[in-house]
Nanobody, 118 residues
Framework: QEPLVESGGDLVQAGGSLRLSCTAS????????MAWYRQAPGKQRELVAS???????NYGDSVNGRFTISRDDAKNTVYLQMNSLEPSDTAVYYC????????????WGQGTQVTVSS
């Protein structure tokens, strides 16, 4: 079983919305900072948003108030609500879990493709 499983990626027109989901096993979710990253072709992976176990959210400059990250601790799931999508948002979106257990433990999902057409 994969530790992190993303879903929700799709093809959408500019101006549209999508909601990504990432479900984790409890052992790597409950005490973790969860985050969404994205990687477009030919570009480095960049932080989109993160949320602490205390539900404090942080956003990358590129999303500029259009995206919202949230987590449902009862479901071990983190969400990324994406509104007003732009073609520049096209990328593979990855979920990441990070927590401390003797050392930093980091897990990545397999990624989900988001394509925004103009």
């Amino acid at each position: 079983q994969e530790p992190l499983v993303e879903s929700g990626g799709d093809l959408v027109q500019a101006g549209g919305s999508l909601r990504l989901s990432c479900t984790a096993s409890k052992s790597i979710f409950s005490s973790a900072e969860m985050a969404w990253y994205r990687q477009a072709p030919g570009k480095q992976r960049e932080l989109v948003a993160s949320i602490t176990r205390g539900h404090v959210a942080n956003y990358g400059d590129s999303v500029n108030g259009r995206f919202t990250i949230s987590r449902d601790d009862a479901k071990n799931t983190v969400y990324l609500q994406m509104n007003s999508l732009e073609p520049s948002d096209t990328a593979v979106y990855y979920c990441r879990s990070k927590f401390w257990l003797g050392r930093d433990r980091i897990y990545w999902g397999q990624g989900t493709q988001v394509t925004v057409s103009s």
